[in-house]
């Protein structure tokens, strides 16, 4: 059972990056899931998060900015983030569950982290 983050990288300010994570080893279809980050020296925050379903929440922060969307035919949880900001500089996990995502899940599967650094 794992979930392997890619995509992350280091652009400039207003540039876009798309993250995926894949699933293997577990039912994603059936999974809600989600996005996080943490920056250094800040606490892990809520990103966004999607539905088994495909209902969407976005963090304040990146609303308007940033796409959740999923793949099940290929287990594949994407994240589209168009107009980064220095603030978005963070290492991203993607998470899976059966049970909902919120701001201070605990258990589910976990990616690993993909870096994402932003500068202007």
């Known amino acids: 059972v794992q979930l392997v983050g890619s995509g992350g990288g280091s652009v400039q300010t207003g540039d876009s990056l798309r993250l995926s994570c894949a699933a293997s080893?577990?039912?994603?279809?059936?999974?809600?899931a989600g996005w996080f980050r943490q920056a250094p020296g800040k606490e892990r925050e809520i990103v966004a998060t999607?539905?088994?379903?495909?209902?969407?929440y976005y963090a304040d922060s990146v609303k308007g900015r940033f796409t959740i969307s999923r793949d099940n035919a290929k287990n594949t949880l994407l994240l589209q983030m168009n107009s980064l900001k220095d603030d978005d500089t963070a290492v991203y996990y993607c998470?899976?569950?059966?049970?909902?995502?919120?701001?201070?899940?605990?258990?589910?599967?976990w990616g690993l982290g993909t870096q994402v650094t932003v500068s202007s």
């Open positions: 998470v899976a569950s059966q049970s909902f995502i919120t701001a201070r899940m605990i258990g589910g599967t």
């Open positions: 080893g577990l039912s994603f279809s059936t999974s809600h």
């Open positions: 999607i539905t088994r379903v495909g209902d969407k």
